[in-house]
């Protein structure tokens, strides 16, 4: 009988708030929660494993390797060859020599395939802590580390990349799959949450370190280091999505409208989530 009253008083009480009154309540009943989680990724950022795979990835970077014993050094990420520093945050965009726009992981496999000669026909989504797929995503959070604090200018000057950024808004919000999600469901809408997580609001710049602008990540759950790449093919997976394949034109394309919107965001990479 007391509990039924407690819930009969609840409800007097919100309807007494009316809707602005009760949305607050809910509001500041959240923030407790938020404020924990918050201080819980602070605390695991004192020590991101995500800072190996960058000393691994810079070895990888400066070790020559391949048929061609060469080493990465003379890649050309959009900057000239060898200019490391401000690239990740000016990507994707069109490469003259690919006559493609590439995002960082394909631009390291072409450096890969013309500087080292190493066959990256073995990269995929699947393979993601072993063999050349490891090694690309440790080169990857090698060399957006050296971009943190930088803001995304992620360039749309070349028609290849407006039709690139065109794909990837076209993507976001195509409902498909068995469960007919798209990335629009989770990331389209203010104030969702899951797992006791906010989701950003990705069809606008969501602001700094969030989305685009926090990956690569360690990831805590898993115990791994993932870049966008993929980020995103587990938001395929998530979706029930057929599988996309590692640096193709499905991921490039999304990661272009993600870029693009987020835009004078600051980098935080390489970050730690959940």
Same mark, same amino acid.
């Given at each position: 009988? &007391?509990?039924?009253? /407690?819930?009969?008083?609840?409800?007097?009480?919100?309807?007494?708030?009316?809707?602005?009154?009760?949305?607050?309540?809910?509001?500041?009943?959240?923030?407790?929660? /938020?404020?924990?989680?918050?201080?819980?990724?602070?605390?695991?950022?004192?020590? $991101?494993?995500?800072?190996?795979?960058?000393?691994?990835?810079?070895?990888?970077?400066r070790t020559p390797r391949g048929p061609r014993n060469a080493s990465m050094e003379r890649c050309d990420l959009g900057k000239g060859p060898g200019v490391l520093a401000?690239?990740?945050?000016?990507?994707?965009?069109?490469?003259?020599?690919?006559?493609?726009?590439?995002?960082?992981?394909?631009?390291?496999?072409?450096?890969?395939e013309t500087l080292q000669g190493i066959d990256t026909s073995v990269v995929s989504m699947r393979n993601l802590m072993r063999g050349e797929t490891g090694n690309v995503?440790?080169?990857?959070?090698?060399?957006?580390?050296?971009?943190?604090?930088?803001?995304?200018?992620?360039?749309?000057?070349?028609?290849?990349? &407006?039709?690139?950024?065109?794909?990837?808004?076209?993507i976001f919000f195509w409902r498909a799959g068995t469960h007919d999600f798209s990335c629009s469901t989770c990331h389209a809408v203010q104030g969702q949450r899951i797992?006791?997580? =906010?989701?950003?609001?990705?069809?606008? $710049?969501?602001? =700094?370190?969030?989305?685009?602008?926090?990956?690569?990540?360690?990831?805590?759950?898993?115990?791994?280091?993932?870049?966008?790449?993929? &980020?995103?093919?587990?938001?395929?997976?998530?979706?029930?999505?057929?599988?996309?394949?590692?640096?193709?034109?499905?991921?490039?394309?999304?990661?272009?409208?993600?870029?693009? &919107?987020? $835009?004078?965001?600051?980098?935080?990479?390489?970050?730690?989530?959940?």
């Amino acid at each position: 009988m &007391r509990k039924q009253i /407690r819930i009969a008083a609840a409800l007097a009480a919100g309807v007494a708030l009316g809707v602005s009154g009760l949305a607050q309540a809910q509001a500041q009943a959240v923030d407790p929660v /938020r404020a924990a989680i918050e201080a819980h990724r602070a605390m695991l950022a004192e020590g $991101n494993p995500a800072d190996l795979y960058a000393m691994r990835g810079e070895e990888l970077w400066r070790t020559p390797r391949g048929p061609r014993n060469a080493s990465m050094e003379r890649c050309d990420l959009g900057k000239g060859p060898g200019v490391l520093a401000g690239a990740f945050v000016e990507l994707p965009r069109f490469f003259p020599d690919t006559g493609r726009v590439q995002d960082l992981e394909s631009r390291i496999l072409t450096c890969m395939e013309t500087l080292q000669g190493i066959d990256t026909s073995v990269v995929s989504m699947r393979n993601l802590m072993r063999g050349e797929t490891g090694n690309v995503g440790a080169m990857a959070t090698f060399v957006s580390s050296l971009s943190t604090g930088m803001r995304f200018r992620v360039p749309q000057t070349h028609q290849a990349e &407006r039709t690139m950024y065109e794909a990837g808004q076209r993507i976001f919000f195509w409902r498909a799959g068995t469960h007919d999600f798209s990335c629009s469901t989770c990331h389209a809408v203010q104030g969702q949450r899951i797992r006791l997580q =906010d989701l950003p609001v990705l069809a606008r $710049n969501p602001g =700094d370190g969030v989305g685009f602008a926090a990956w690569p990540a360690y990831r805590v759950s898993s115990g791994q280091m993932w870049s966008m790449q993929h &980020r995103l093919q587990d938001c395929f997976r998530q979706m029930r999505w057929p599988e996309p394949q590692f640096a193709g034109d499905t991921v490039i394309a999304l990661s272009t409208f993600l870029g693009v &919107r987020a $835009n004078g965001s600051i980098s935080t990479v390489p970050s730690i989530r959940r």
